[in-house]
């Protein structure tokens, strides 16, 4: 291969190359894409020494397989990464015709490529099919293109191999695919989130949930959909360390709050989406669990959860007391405070109450409070 058909096959490898002298001054440079719809050539003065063996090293070892043949299909030059889809070596194939390796039709097909590329002297963009060493089908995309070899007008073409990507893009798909069947069959309430807590998407259980359309839930900031409580700026720290990909899932608890103003409080699990940047662009939010909507009402001391708690695990006024070092008149107080707040006239009715508007956790033994930090604790 002589310097001007190196010089056409760098002009087209996807990389970009310099050659610099020993001042550091830039002698030859390329590596862009076509620039013009002409063949491309370079006619080395005579005399001139050969300036391009570093780069025909390169174009020999390059991902993309290249190749020059001329009129009559005979190969002129190959690059190992264009043998090895033949299962062989460059010097085998030098010399040789296109029907020596590939299947009659597959030879017409490509002899009539090259016939396209000769007549018309600009080059063509396509995607090639062929069939890989281990027997599979595989798909190249690359240029053919004219190139001056030795004085003879040839047919020049570099290809990569999107095999391997067409097939993860597939598998993304169907990921993306089973991920929205998820989403909107499940009937969990669940949506994607952007770095700054907007909702990008959206399930229609979790429209339902705020008493929204689905256009409408989707652009809504989340905070907006959140109860104003104390816990929020523990949540904020947790989103904020999710983000910052200090940690990839998140289970917490929320007071969430509909457009009728009823709020309820829900178990969220938070995941972030990716691997590749330094700040996560994108959190899941899924609802497993949520209590009864209901009222905006004062929130409960630390004391009335307590007791809620204890009342729950079948404890008696006295038991209470006992147990929180408190007087019994002021259990009574507090428990006659708690059927109040929470509109219970029984009992057993308040404790019904705490579980369906999320106080105490359900499947837990003893009973807690639904926001308690850790799983034994009674707060």
Partial sequence: MDDAGLKALLEHLPVFWWEVDEPWRVRERAGDAFAGTGALRLD??????????????????????AFIRDRDGRYLWANHTYAHLYGTVPDNLVGKYIEDFDAPAEAVQFRALDQEVLTRGTPVRHTLAYRRPDGS?????GHRFVVREN???????????????????????????NLQALRDHSGLP?????????????????????RLSLPDLVGRRAHTLLAPEPGLDGLLRRWNGLIARRTRRVETCAVLLDTEGRQRRAQIHLTTVGHSAARARYVWAVVTHQSLAHEAHPSLTAAQIRILSLLAAGSSNGDIATSLKLSRQTVDY??????????????????????VLGIL????WPPRSATAGHPLSTA
């Fill in 44 to 65: 080395p003065h005579p005399g001139t020494p050969r300036r391009y063996a570093a780069f025909a090293g390169l174009a020999d070892l390059a991902p993309a397989a």
């Fill in 190 to 210: 669940c949506a994607l989130l952007s770095a700054n807590g907007r909702v990008v998407e959206a399930s229609a259980a979790a429209a339902e949930l705020f």
């Fill in 137 to 141: 089908a595989g798909q190249a995309v």
């Fill in 334 to 355: 507090h428990l006659s405070r708690l059927r109040e707040l929470l509109g219970a006239a029984t009992r057993p009715a308040l404790v019904a109450r705490a579980y």
């Fill in 151 to 177: 004085a003879r007008t040839c047919v020049a073409g570099i290809y990569v191999d999107i095999t391997d990507r067409l097939r993860a893009m597939v598998q993304w798909q169907e990921a993306e695919e």
């Fill in 361 to 364: 956790a359900p499947r837990t």
